[in-house]
């Protein structure tokens, strides 16, 4: 009987171990912090570097000579040369003829040409080139941020998976601890069969649920490396704490939403746009105006024909005007479809205010209700030790059986991982806030 005990104690020595996770993990010597693994993530995500080439796309098409506000300048040269054969016939009989004659002209001119006024539509257009290039930086912050709520949701994820899995290894050796006490007792005669075949179920079932929780640890892993832009095998460990922030007031949330965040930006540049478009459509109904000149040098030499050589030089000034008299209506029908576009986006950031609002009323009730729920279980997984404590001395003195004790021990184990689930439930619905108020970093 004291070398059961003595046993027994050992077993409860590894269970205390086990539910004592407030402390440091195991973990490797390559446990990467969130902070490393988004530098990682920012640096070599397949995506974000797409989108910082479109950005530097629409950077360089904002210039005042792709809106047209700047005059173009050119050159041009021709050389023709021919060897012919003629025969000319004059009205006093005379006749020439020119065998494998040689004729030459060259002609060359400089031009420049200047839109100087087209309706305003050049400098709407240099409006809604810098307009396009604002949408492309918020479109690469837009998509930076989910990038960085999107591998902080795996991160921390995996940071309870991690605590999790010691549970769950910590179980497994109280169940193998158990089954080896039941063999023991069963071969002296002081347990029934049917409490070393539970035993046996029980290792069974827990040796089952570490494999499936190892898996779903590697799979989060090569997610975390697929976002980073990294081979899916390397190997890392997350950081064991996960650290809440203060939570905000939410009308500072809600006042934060309507200035910064990212999807509304969106949508408002898109406003502005839609009025550009208006103004480019507008400007087809007034005159434009342009200005040239050019300077030209030509000349020809012929071995037939009546002028032997020829030379003209000289510049050349001037201005084109156009006005569209009647166009069939179009343009009208053009700056109604516009101005109904402009109107459709004005609404769209109504509708989009409209859901973020919601958005940001459920999660922060999510987040107070995940915040209440993890105090309720801190408390109760304190309960569930105490009730685990109380356990052992009835197990010891006989009072209880297997099946009773690890009924008890499963309790705790499922109050430690609902602890674990309202921490990350927490942590989440933080992001998620941040996120919807255009206050997300890191």
């Known amino acids: 009987m004291k070398m059961r005990h003595s046993l027994f104690t050992a077993i409860l020595v590894l269970m205390f171990a086990g539910f004592n996770l407030n402390g440091k993990s195991q973990t490797t010597s390559d446990t990467i912090s969130f902070q490393e693994i988004l530098s990682i993530a920012l640096a070599n995500n397949f995506q974000l570097t797409v989108l910082n080439n479109e950005v530097e796309i629409v950077q360089n098409n904002n210039t005042a000579g792709s809106a047209g506000l700047l005059p173009t300048v050119g050159i041009s040269a ?43 539509k050049l400098m709407a257009e240099k409006y809604k080139l810098e307009e396009l290039e604002n949408i492309g930086i918020i479109n690469l912050q837009y ?12 991160y921390y994820q995996l940071v309870q998976e991690q605590k999790l899995l010691q549970v769950l290894r910590y179980t497994l050796e109280v169940s193998r601890a ?47 490396n697929a976002l980073a832009g990294r081979s899916p095998e390397i190997k890392f460990s997350a950081v064991h704490d996960i650290f809440l922030r203060e939570k905000a007031n939410y009308n ?53 024909g009546i002028v032997e050589t020829s030379t003209q030089t000289g510049p ?24 109904l576009e402009h109107q459709s986006a004005q609404v769209r950031v109504d509708e989009t205010i409209n859901a973020l609002h919601t958005g940001l009323y459920k999660m922060f009730n999510t987040y107070t209700g995940a915040e209440k729920q993890v105090t309720l279980e801190q408390k109760n997984l304190e309960n569930a030790r105490k009730n685990l404590s109380i356990a052992i001395e009835l197990y010891k003195s006989g009072a209880i059986n297997e099946i009773e004790f690890r009924d008890i021990q499963r309790k705790a184990l499922e109050a430690e991982n609902r602890l674990l689930v309202a921490e990350y439930t927490t942590k989440i619905a933080e992001l998620s806030l941040r996120q919807i108020s255009g206050t997300l970093r890191f």
């Not at 020119?98 to 060259?106: I, Q, R």
């Not at 006042?255 to 990212?262: C, P, V, W």
């Not at 930006?265 to 040239?292: E, G, H, Y």
């Not at 050349?316 to 005007?321: E, R, W």
């Open 316 to 339: 050349a000034f001037g201005f084109n005007l156009n006005y569209t008299l009647f166009d069939g209506l179009n343009n009208r029908r053009e700056i109604a479809n516009s101005k």
């Open 78 to 120: 021709t050389n023709n040369n021919s060897v012919t054969n003629s025969r000319q016939t004059f009205y006093d009989g005379r006749v020439r003829e020119a065998t494998h004659a040689f004729n030459n002209s060259f002609n060359a001119l400089a031009s420049l040409n200047w839109t100087v006024f087209e309706g305003r």
């Open 143 to 154: 998509q930076t941020e989910l990038l960085s709520l999107n591998l902080a949701t795996l």
């Open 252 to 304: 500072s949330l809600l006042d934060s939403m309507l200035a910064q965040n990212y999807s509304l930006l969106l949508m408002r540049a898109d406003v502005q746009v839609k009025f550009l478009n208006i103004r480019q459509k507008r400007a087809a109904t007034m005159p434009a105006l342009s200005l040239f000149t050019n300077y030209q040098y030509n000349t020809s030499r012929s071995e037939t």
């Open 178 to 224: 158990r089954l080896v006490l039941a063999e023991k007792k069963f071969s002296l005669g002081a347990a029934s069969e049917v409490d070393l075949n539970q035993a046996r179920i029980d290792w069974s079932t827990d040796s089952t649920s570490l494999i499936r929780q190892d898996v779903m640890i590697k799979n989060l892993v090569a997610d975390i």
